[in-house]
Every structure is written in structure tokens, then in C-alpha cells.
């Protein structure tokens, strides 16, 4: 199969994830695929911003994408925004999860700024791509409304950066972000608000919390788990572009991810936990899904593994788990290691694949041993993150409709970014 045939398989597979799990009456998507699974409001983001893939390869018509899209930003725009512990957001922002069907709270968790940050990113996406009369107007109305009542500076809390999220129940949490990871696009969003911006200095703040380090040969950003390099990507086209730590080492966001990714596959190389499976075409550690607590003992070391986790490398944890959908999903940074580390992942490991989508974690040495494991189902913060990234490599559609979005120009160069596409854009 060629890579093109390959890559419109996936791609459209992972797309359909969206479409069978969404609601129609409201536009919520499940965060997994398992039964009683509530919203994730990330994942509508990124299905949000799937739409436009989908119109373009023709798996979807404008006409039903666009009536999608209406349908996700109605409910935003019309649920409760309230301190009330049942509702569906505050301040413009939103719980992290919602129950499917009336879009209220769930599991009481918290109102959460990166979450509601790649909502927020996917409206945007959303609102610059549908740029026709009528109903299309409305959408780019609609996402303005909802981006512009988001109250970035509540979410400071009086401090220089923004705290990671808010309970109604304790207020605001007792941790912030530090060192890089995919908070990125929450200043850049943040700053960007032509209603409630952030403060310029609060992205000087965070970078100062950076770590720059030498990991296994590559000078490298250092943050562990592998989407942390990613996310933030789907959306913002960081080539040539630099803010002030990049500049001051040489370097940029986009050169960046291609470094950790080397990390990661000079760690599988190297393994240095011996585990089953892992090598220069099968890596990946990153957050998600896992075989659960449980110890064991295997090829005479003492093994731990956990469930649901943020992991990664060099530093850990790591537990032998791998993400299927981690190679392919960094096709944009590099695209020969991407496409010979999943076509070796799918010779080698079919059952990772069921109907053309990629399942959320395998742990290859568990499956040594008789006992393998494979996680349920599927997770749609995956597929949503390789429906794009699949399709920047490709196309670069969404890279295209976003250097085009005035709010993110806006928020990069009030965050210090110059240079590339950004010094043509006025």
C-alpha cells in the first residue's frame, strides 16, 4: 500500500471516530469510546476543527459540516455559565467534562484553561474557514462571542501566569504551569484577547520556568511525554518563528519537537528499562491509557505499571506502555521516521489498529508474557490530533486557515514572537 493510500485510510478512520461518537442535537463528543463516556471539551475542539479537513477530502458536506459546527457553538453559547457546581462554565470557560447529553459538569472536575483553550482554538479554526454568507456569518459571530467572554485575566488569579484551573468547590488550584509543555497556545490564545488579555509579561514568566537541556545527544526544550511536543502544533505553524527563548537559543518551537522526537527514538533505541517491543521504529510514550496498578516480576527486574498517565522520557515514568498513534501523529516534524515506525507498528502489532483507528496504549511486555494488554476502545483526543496533523503534513490546511487568523497573529506577536510567515502578516 502506498503512503498516500495508507495515510487517507488512517486519517479518515480517525475522522470517523468523531462523527460516531458525537451528539447530534448538541455537537458534544465523547472523550473515549466507552460506554457512559462523558464530553471532553478538548476533543470538540479538535473535531471542531475537523470539519474543515473533512469538507476538503470530501468525507463531509459543507452543508452538514457547517450545520455541525452551529449546532456545537449554539449549546456553548447557551449553556450555563455560572459558580454553580452543576453548570457547564465560568468565566467564559469550561469544565473539562460534560455529561453528553445536557452538557452539565461531570465527576466534578475542574474548569480547565487548556482544555478550554483548544475548544476555544477550534472555534477560531472553525470561524476563519467558513467564510460565506448566511449561516457561515453566524459561525464566525458565534466564535467571536464565545472567545471574547473568555476572562483570561480572572484566570491569573492576581499572579504572573495562569493557574491550571478552577473548583467551585476550592477555588482556584494550587498549581500553575511550569517548564514547557502544551500551554503554549493557552498564552498565545490568552494574550491574543482583544476583551480580557492576559498580561504580556505572563509568557515571560512561564518561559522563565523552562529547562533547556542535552538529552541523549540533541540539545532539546526538555518536557517528557511526547504530546506535550505536539498539541499546540496542530493549530500554530511554529517554523521560523521565534519569541525571545528561542531566539536566544537559536532555535524554534517546530525544530524543537523534531529534537525530542529524535530523544524519543534514540530512548527506544537505547531502552534503557529493557522492555519488550521498543526500538528506533517503535516509540512513543506519552499520556494516556495504561494496563493499571500492578507490579510483577520480569527477565529478573521488579516491574511497576500504572493506568491513566502522563509519561515519558528520559526522566519517566515509564511502564513499558506505548501510544499506537504517537509516530504517525508527528508526520509534520519528520515523515520518513513516522511512516517506517507505523508501518513496522502495524506488521508487528495489528491489534493495535481495529477498524483504522489507533488505540489509546499497548504495553508490549504485558503481551510477553501471555498476559497482554491493549486499552479499550478508543480515545478521541487521538484521533481529532492525528486527523490534523495527518493533514498539515499532507496539506497544511489547518497551518494555512490559522496563519491567517488575526486574534493568533496577534497573541504570538504580543507574546514576542518575529520572524517567518509572522513578519509578512500585518
Known sequence: MSDDALLNRLQRGAF?????YANAQNGLI??????????????????LSCYPVAVERGWMSRTVAVAQTLKTLHFFWNSPQSERPDATGFKGFYYHFLDMKNGRRVWQCE???????????????????????????EIRALSDALYRRVDWQWAQNGRETVSQGWKPECGFLHYGWEGYNEATI?????????????????FAGWTSTYQWENLLGQDVLYSGPLF??????????????RDQFMRETRSDYFENSKNAIAVHREYGARNPRGYEGYGRNLWGITAGDGPGNREMRESSRDRRFFGYMSRGVPYGPDDGTIAPWAMLATLPFGSEAALRGTRHLLQAYPQVCANDRFSSGFNPTLAARGDGWLSEGWYGLDQGLLVMMIENYRSGQIW??????AVIRAGLKGAGFEGGWLSQCH
Open 30 to 47: 465523547a472523550d473515549t469510546s466507552r460506554s457512559g463516556s462523558p464530553c471532553s471539551i478538548a476533543v470538540v475542539g479538535f473535531a
Open 111 to 137: 474548569l480547565s484553561l487548556v482544555d478550554t483553550t483548544l475548544l476555544v482554538a477550534g472555534m477560531l479554526t472553525a470561524a476563519c474557514y467558513f467564510d460565506g454568507d448566511g449561516a457561515e456569518a
Open 186 to 202: 493557552v498564552y498565545i490564545l490568552g494574550i491574543g484577547s482583544p476583551t480580557h488579555p492576559l498580561s504580556i509579561t505572563s
Open 16 to 20: 470517523a471516530y468523531i462523527t460516531e
Open 228 to 241: 506535550t511536543h505536539l498539541f499546540s502544533h496542530a493549530w500554530i505553524d511554529y517554523r521560523g518563528i
Open 400 to 405: 494555512k486557515i490559522t496563519r491567517e487568523c
